[in-house]
């Protein structure tokens, strides 16, 4: 628990909002998605998904951004890499009009993909398949990135792939983007 506190408050004083973001890609994505402050239909339902699935890895806040990222980017297909249940992908398909892979083993490239953070703790070869997996436009989105000392040692590695272009870190989650025409660059971005 003291790590957490610890890691939220140096979260807090590393942390900027969209007035201290440079790239026009990443400030988009925090004033029209991270930042949408929009009911939506869906959110309802993701909050009785949450509650009715405990430990599966995202609170309320998480999984509205995940089922509002998917029609920003306009994303179709979808790899979810979870062991504990289905939930992420409930979540992900409501409202939006995805297809919805749970196995790397298809020969194709994946738009967003969600990892659970404990399911690459099981099986650290993962991250090399996925990030085959991955286009110019994709997204990986990692949930927990700062629940423990270990999951931080997880993000901080997965930001220095040579791949990785942009990295968002938004406490609970953490986008990990490989574009090639962007800089490599982090960002913390208080939600």
Excluded at 68 to 79: G, K, T
Excluded at 126 to 138: A, C, G, P, R, Y
């Amino acid at each position: 628990m003291l790590f957490r506190i610890k890691s939220y408050f140096l979260f807090l004083l590393k942390s900027t909002n969209q007035h201290g973001v440079h790239s026009p890609f990443i400030y988009n994505l925090v004033t029209k998605c991270l930042y949408d402050r929009k009911k939506r239909k869906s959110y309802n339902k993701i909050k009785s998904i949450i509650q009715s699935s405990p430990n599966i890895g995202i609170n309320l806040s998480s999984g509205k951004i995940l089922n509002r990222v998917i029609p920003y980017f306009n994303y179709q297909n979808i790899l979810v890499i979870e062991k504990k249940s289905n939930t992420i992908s409930q979540i992900a398909s409501l409202d939006n009009t995805i297809s919805v892979h749970n196995s790397t083993e298809e020969n194709q490239y994946f738009d967003l993909i969600f990892l659970d953070i404990d399911t690459y703790k099981a099986d650290t070869d993962i991250l090399e398949v996925i990030i085959e997996k991955t286009h110019n436009d994709s997204l990986l989105l990692i949930n927990s990135i700062r629940s423990s000392t270990e999951n931080l040692k997880i993000w901080e590695s997965i930001q220095k792939r040579s791949k990785v272009t942009v990295t968002v870190d938004i406490y609970s989650l953490g986008f990990v983007f490989f574009r090639t025409e962007q800089a490599k660059e982090h960002f913390t971005i208080r939600k």
